[in-house]
């Protein structure tokens, strides 16, 4: 590979001078992925979180997200992406096998939906800590409504290998320390990710349809869409609703001036939504005749109900704030979330996506990344909107330094800077399988016809299905998927029921643990600094 093969970015080029580019590889890859628990007759179920599951407080794996209907799957991080998929796809076979007359929802936008009521909020017991996150999505319906909260998707978490940070630090002549400077990267990829993140939406956006009980809280907001059926609205052209301006964003947080250009900027800026009231959240109340309804009245009451497509993380002690974690020890990993549930894969994503999602990753964290401006900021947010709700139309263009450019050729150009990366990442593979997933999404950009987001469309209209019998209809052949497989083996079971055992045990421990009243608890919590 030479650079004339290639324009290179200077980080790209300076790995590949001095024969260091193989330490792109080997980053780690973990997964979660969030699925609603359905009847067979596609109504979300009010059942509690199964027993058998373990404690969705305390288990490492299975957990619930919003609602107690809404599991997570949590894989453990693997270098290898075929270790990362296997596990997700072990999680679901034991928890398909364990969920009697109940199935997991196959797509990100919920259907059978009787008004908000119908959604349980997730429950984790008495200890303050659980309280604590119940509580929290008590002021999540206040807020927003529980209906934006049952909607599904999958969190990519990417870390980037340790032994390329020494060799970055050395070619940008940094001065800070190694997590300084790994901090500073990762915020780097970051910036980069928002500004080209809408090319995740257009690839494998996978809700381009909805149906109108999603709609029963929100009435006013289906005039904003044409109608496929009597029972389905869409767009045409839309690649990703959920992550359009129907699903996560609000009046107060679209006005949120979050700092990625540095860690302290991000923190204070997060901070600073946390501590400062906002008069529709005042007006709910916090402590309501001696029931708490929210965790505060602030623009935010934790740092995980601002929605992003992208988040700095650092795996954080018990009871410890996400924020402290990452102004205590810098940047461990990123978390990409603008990946939609892939319909057409029973684990709700396949091989070449996770392949590409790493490469794209990767060219984020080399290219040169500006920093960001407000305007920019905005910018980027007008992209994403653009493309979640017509991103296959043939002449969509987006805002690129000011300048409108085309879709396919932003895109292409894209592509074209990943080629070298791919190569790399291939060395260690057999087969070729970074650039096979580059040329798969290559397609993709030619033939919009090719995405998740057409063929979801294209299948719903030649069965003549609305999207909640398209939707019911994946869901039993992925359930049909799972029970089909050879019976997980006998220490893989005892594996699983160990962990739940375990978690409830921990559940209980921590509740017997509890020494403090849940006000000054919760008065400790926020004091942290």
């Not at 990100?108 to 997730?122: L, Q, T, V, Y």
């Not at 540095?262 to 916090?286: C, N, R």
Request: net charge neutral; hydrophobic share 35%.
């Amino acid at each position: 590979m030479t650079h004339s093969q290639f324009s290179l970015s200077p980080s790209l080029g300076y790995l590949i001078d001095n024969n260091k580019q193989h330490l792109l590889c080997n980053g780690l890859k973990g997964l979660e992925k969030e699925s609603l628990r359905i009847s067979k007759q596609g109504m979300i179920v009010t059942t509690p979180h199964p027993n058998i599951l373990g404690s969705a407080l305390t288990h490492p794996l299975i957990t619930t997200d919003y609602s107690e209907a809404l599991l997570e799957f949590i894989t453990p991080p693997f270098t290898d992406i075929k270790a990362t998929l296997a596990s997700m796809k072990q999680i679901h076979q034991f928890v398909v096998q364990n969920l009697d007359d109940e199935m997991l929802l196959a797509t990100s936008m919920p259907c059978g939906i009787k008004g908000d009521k119908s959604i349980p909020i997730a429950n984790y017991g008495h200890s303050n800590i659980g309280k604590m996150k119940h509580i929290y999505r008590q002021g999540l319906s206040h807020r927003y409504g529980r209906t934006m909260q049952a909607i599904a998707g999958i969190h990519f978490n990417y870390s980037v290998p340790k032994s390329l940070w020494p060799v970055l630090k050395q070619h940008n002549n940094s001065n800070e320390s190694l997590e300084d400077f790994i901090s500073a990267s990762y915020f780097g990829l970051i910036r980069n990710f928002q500004r080209q993140g809408w090319l995740i939406l257009y690839l494998f956006g996978a809700s381009p349809a909805i149906c109108k009980s999603f709609f029963k809280s929100r009435p006013q907001l289906m005039s904003q869409f044409d109608e496929l059926d009597p029972h389905t609205i869409y767009h045409p052209f839309a690649t990703s609703l959920r992550m359009s301006d129907i699903g996560y964003k609000s009046t107060n947080q679209a006005n949120l001036k979050i700092d990625y250009n540095t860690l302290a900027g991000y923190v204070d800026t997060l901070a600073k939504a946390m501590s400062t009231p906002y008069p529709k959240y005042e007006s709910i109340g916090v402590k309501v005749n001696g029931e708490y309804k929210q965790l505060s009245p602030h623009i935010l009451q934790i740092e995980n109900e601002f929605y992003s497509t992208v988040r700095p993380k650092q795996i954080t002690y018990s009871g410890e704030k996400p924020t402290l974690a990452l102004k205590n020890r810098g940047v461990e990993y990123v978390e990409i979330r603008s990946l939609d549930l892939d319909v057409f894969n029973p684990i709700g994503i396949d091989e070449p996506k996770a392949r590409f999602v790493e490469a794209f990753l990767l060219h984020c964290l080399l290219e040169t990344s500006p920093l960001q401006s407000s305007d920019e900021q905005q910018i980027n947010n007008n992209n994403q909107l653009t493309v979640a709700h017509a991103g296959r139309k043939i002449d969509v263009k987006l805002n690129q330094q000011g300048k409108l450019i085309p879709l396919r050729q932003w895109s292409r150009d894209i592509l074209q800077a990943m080629k070298p990366i791919c190569k790399i990442l291939d060395q260690n593979e057999t087969g070729l399988p970074y650039s096979s997933a580059l040329k798969l999404q290559q397609a993709r950009v030619d033939d919009s016809e090719l995405t998740s987001s057409a063929k979801m469309l294209q299948e719903m209209q030649q069965q003549q299905q609305p999207f909640s019998c398209f939707s019911l209809a994946t869901s039993k052949k992925h359930n049909a998927y799972f029970k089909s497989l050879p019976a997980l083996k006998n220490d893989v079971v005892q594996k699983f029921n160990n962990i739940a055992n375990e978690s409830h045990k921990k559940q209980q421990q921590i509740e017997a643990d509890d020494n403090s009243t849940f006000d000054d608890f919760l008065a400790n919590y926020f004091a942290q600094d």
